[in-house]
DNA sequence: AGCACA
């Protein structure tokens, strides 16, 4: 899934009805979709067999569609090559990102990946008649940008143009923070706080439940706004709001743990219209919604 | 940084 080579019909899992935009910089688009997020307990899974792609190739294969449609065996293949010995230096830690609209910003880029633990710079490539654009995202280790590329790939970028991200390691690595002669318009955005309180990213600690709880909202978030969110989740029942008191805080019912654990990893840290700052907080709820006390149902 | 409702 996570792994599939992107192409662009593997992502239609996605439904439409998420309206996200981001606050981050005033007077954003409001098309646009900006999905920031933390990371992911998944991307621990990854670093088993974290996927290799020889260093040495060129970036010129980064012409959008960054991967023609694989043959069955690409995933086999793919993984059958990290057991090829590659030197140990240079460890891949840039992302390749595909699939951005022709008019998408070195910000928007920023945005996208500027929360995740080890983001350190990003960089927009777009060639002003072509109607797409693609980026790269330094981290400063794989494991960041394995657990950044697992969180992004997939992701609806623009609903209007239908954009879905194409997030891979990238060929090679950045070599320099400088633009290359062929740039055209290059920007580099480096980190707002590289060095963040690390348990802002703590795992927490709640056992998985198939009700979420929801913080981090801004004032004027309403539920039918998060419902226009989380309803395009697999297994989504209904959201209860909760804002008598200070802060909004959410519950989001799904039918089961496996619904609740894919929703947390999709949308952890998404950006709402309402939000201020940084994106919702997404948690396993510490009861079930609605759950009776001889309702024995999970 | 906050977990209610049945």
């Given at each position: 899934m996570q792994f599939s080579p992107p192409t662009p019909n593997s992502v239609g899992r996605t439904s439409g009805g998420i309206l996200q935009t981001a606050?981050?910089?005033?007077?954003?688009?409001?098309h646009r979709l900006l999905l920031l997020r933390r990371r992911r307990p998944r991307a621990r899974a990854l670093l088993s067999s974290p996927p290799r792609i020889s260093p040495y190739a060129s970036y010129r294969h980064h012409a959008y569609p960054p991967h023609p449609p694989p043959p069955p065996a690409y995933v086999g293949a793919y993984y059958d090559h990290a057991a090829e010995p590659l030197p140990p230096r240079d460890e891949l830690r840039t992302l390749f990102i595909a699939g951005l609209p022709g008019d998408a910003k070195a910000r928007e880029v920023y945005n996208l990946f500027r929360d995740f633990p080890g983001y350190v710079s990003s960089h927009l490539r777009t060639s002003g008649k072509s109607s797409q654009a693609y980026a790269f995202a330094v981290f400063a280790d794989q494991p960041s940008a394995l657990a950044a590329m697992s969180a992004t790939?997939?992701?609806?970028?623009d609903l209007e143009n239908n954009c879905t991200l194409h997030v891979d390691l990238a060929k090679s690595n950045s070599r320099s923070k400088r633009s290359r002669t062929d740039d055209v318009p290059y920007t580099n955005f480096e980190p707002a706080a590289f060095s963040k309180d690390p348990s802002a990213f703590a795992p927490q600690n709640n056992p998985p439940c198939p009700t979420l709880f929801v913080a981090?909202?801004?004032?004027?978030?309403?539920e039918q706004e998060l419902i226009d969110v989380f309803s395009?989740?697999?297994?989504f029942i209904k959201v209860k709001m909760q804002n008598k008191f200070g802060a909004p805080v959410a519950f989001v019912d799904f039918k089961d743990m496996d619904s609740s654990t894919e929703a947390i990893n999709r949308l952890q840290g998404v950006i709402l219209y309402s939000s201020t700052g940084e994106g919702m907080r997404l948690e396993y709820a510490k009861s079930r919604m609605g759950l009776r006390k001889q309702d024995k149902r999970q």
């Amino acid at each position: 899934m996570q792994f599939s080579p992107p192409t662009p019909n593997s992502v239609g899992r996605t439904s439409g009805g998420i309206l996200q935009t981001a606050s981050a910089f005033p007077s954003p688009p409001r098309h646009r979709l900006l999905l920031l997020r933390r990371r992911r307990p998944r991307a621990r899974a990854l670093l088993s067999s974290p996927p290799r792609i020889s260093p040495y190739a060129s970036y010129r294969h980064h012409a959008y569609p960054p991967h023609p449609p694989p043959p069955p065996a690409y995933v086999g293949a793919y993984y059958d090559h990290a057991a090829e010995p590659l030197p140990p230096r240079d460890e891949l830690r840039t992302l390749f990102i595909a699939g951005l609209p022709g008019d998408a910003k070195a910000r928007e880029v920023y945005n996208l990946f500027r929360d995740f633990p080890g983001y350190v710079s990003s960089h927009l490539r777009t060639s002003g008649k072509s109607s797409q654009a693609y980026a790269f995202a330094v981290f400063a280790d794989q494991p960041s940008a394995l657990a950044a590329m697992s969180a992004t790939n997939g992701r609806i970028f623009d609903l209007e143009n239908n954009c879905t991200l194409h997030v891979d390691l990238a060929k090679s690595n950045s070599r320099s923070k400088r633009s290359r002669t062929d740039d055209v318009p290059y920007t580099n955005f480096e980190p707002a706080a590289f060095s963040k309180d690390p348990s802002a990213f703590a795992p927490q600690n709640n056992p998985p439940c198939p009700t979420l709880f929801v913080a981090n909202l801004g004032p004027t978030c309403s539920e039918q706004e998060l419902i226009d969110v989380f309803s395009s989740c697999a297994g989504f029942i209904k959201v209860k709001m909760q804002n008598k008191f200070g802060a909004p805080v959410a519950f989001v019912d799904f039918k089961d743990m496996d619904s609740s654990t894919e929703a947390i990893n999709r949308l952890q840290g998404v950006i709402l219209y309402s939000s201020t700052g940084e994106g919702m907080r997404l948690e396993y709820a510490k009861s079930r919604m609605g759950l009776r006390k001889q309702d024995k149902r999970q």
